[in-house]
């Protein structure tokens, strides 16, 4: 009985890991803390990934890279600025690689994978109702299509702007952090992409 009110006083009073006592164990080689960060940050990682490529393999494959970065790079993790916006700042890197390799254009789709199984993405643009009738779900389609094509035409960094602004909800200032750059060269490149998306998509207006 004692022994039981002993263990549970000293479990009670154990307090659990912050974030930054996790980095620093895991920079002494904690894999258990490591792979608890890795646990709090994939889902957002993928979902970044998801949203920049809009392909489920290369964005496996860039959470894939993401991950193994930041492992091989984590002892030059000096607390200078939030560790999401580091992670984030690779994770961002390396979709940017990727889309710079994409020599050849190709169409896209717009539906991607989720926990809840497959949607369509391009509806955060599009107004819906569950029973819409046939000629507004042609006009929506036809709308998300035109969306992923004029996505398409945007530089890798224009691209990649709009996606963490409109998709992730990104403030300009993280989003320039995340980049390497600076708020209003964010501003300025939303900016550009904005008016070619509006120039892209002025028929649907």
Known sequence: MYAETLS?????TVPSMDEASLIRAAQKGDQDAFERLVRTYDQ???RIAMNLLRAPEEARDVYQETFLKVYKNLNSFRFDCS???WLYRIATNICLDHLRRRKVRREESAVAETSEGTVDRMSTFVESA???NPE?????????????????????????VFELRHYEGLRLRAIGEML????????NCLFRATQKMRVSLESFA
């Open 130 to 132: 569950p029973h819409a």
């Open 44 to 46: 957002s990682v993928l």
């Open 83 to 85: 560790f999401h916006t």
């Open 136 to 160: 507004r779900q042609t006009w929506n389609r036809q709308l998300s299509s035109k969306i992923s094509g004029a996505l398409e035409d945007l530089t890798p960094r224009e691209r990649t």
């Open 8 to 12: 549970t006083r000293i479990v009670a």
């Open 180 to 187: 390497g750059t600076t708020e209003e060269a964010a501003k």
